[in-house]
């Protein structure tokens, strides 16, 4: 695929005034989750949820992290996810699962985001 990066804004999901600009993040299916510096999630007042997940990095490394909540925005597009607080040393990361809450997919052959289009949904008789 390729790797690539996008630019995005990170919000407070309570106090949407509250917000930081991130002009420089990878775009990483590999991922399940987004990582964000610790300082800039503290900035805007975002709240450690949940403590001590275990993560695996690419390596093998097994670190502990904690989580929580914020709004993630690039373009016109945006999502709720659970953010990682970064810590020195880690990379900025933008997870598959905030792709998936975006709706955006990777084009590897532009690298860059596109909408995904229109939804699934199970239909019942």
């Not at 990582?35 to 502990?64: C, Y």
């Not at 945006?78 to 598959?96: R, S």
């Not at 975006?102 to 985001?113: A, E, G, I, Y």
Request: proline share 3%; charged share 25%; net charge positive.
């Amino acid at each position: 695929m390729g790797t690539f990066y996008t630019k995005c804004i990170i919000e407070n999901h309570i106090k949407r005034k509250k917000s930081v600009s991130i002009p420089k993040i990878l775009v990483d299916t590999g991922s399940e989750y987004t990582w964000i510096p610790s300082e800039m999630l503290h900035k805007i007042d975002v709240i450690r949820e949940k403590k001590d997940l275990v993560f695996i990095m690419a390596n093998g490394q097994r670190v502990t992290r904690s989580v929580g909540f914020a709004i993630i925005k690039i373009e016109e597009y945006f999502t709720i996810d659970e953010v990682v607080f970064g810590e020195e040393g880690d990379m900025l990361l933008l997870g598959a699962r905030t792709l998936e809450g975006l709706n955006l997919t990777v084009d590897s052959r532009l690298k860059k985001l596109v909408a995904a289009g229109p939804l699934p949904v199970a239909y019942v008789r």
